[in-house]
């Protein structure tokens, strides 16, 4: 069963983690990247990466899930920062 922190966690986790879907959008339709910093984007990459190891280790829901997803839309992000540069 899931305990009221991991329900809180879960929560934030899809927050913050939607909150990139619009920029991927905006990036995917205009196919310009010009104001995305390419270093941004791949320091965030590695921490996300890293942040989903440590969820691996606490066998944290939210912190898996939410860094997965993450994940996914920072590394479409890089990719389309290298496509269109």
Same mark, same amino acid.
């Given at each position: 069963? %899931?305990?009221s922190y991991?329900? /809180?966690?879960? %929560?934030?986790?899809?927050?913050?983690?939607s909150?990139?879907v619009?920029?991927v959008?905006k /990036?995917w339709?205009? *196919?310009?990247?010009?104001?995305?910093?390419?270093?941004? +984007?791949?320091?965030?990459? %590695?921490? %996300? /990466?890293?942040?989903?190891? +440590?969820?691996?280790?606490?066998?944290?829901?939210?912190?898996?899930?939410s860094?997965?997803?993450?994940g /996914?839309?920072?590394?479409?992000?890089?990719?389309? *920062?290298?496509?269109y *540069?």
């Open positions: 069963m %899931i305990d991991e329900i /809180v966690g879960l %929560i934030a986790a899809i927050l913050t983690t909150a990139f619009p920029q959008v /990036v339709r205009s *196919k310009s990247t010009e104001s995305l910093s390419l270093t941004m +984007y791949l320091a965030f990459f %590695i921490g %996300i /990466v890293l942040w989903l190891v +440590y969820g691996i280790h606490l066998n944290s829901l939210a912190m898996i899930l860094n997965i997803v993450t /996914v839309l920072a590394l479409i992000l890089i990719i389309l *920062k290298l496509r *540069k």
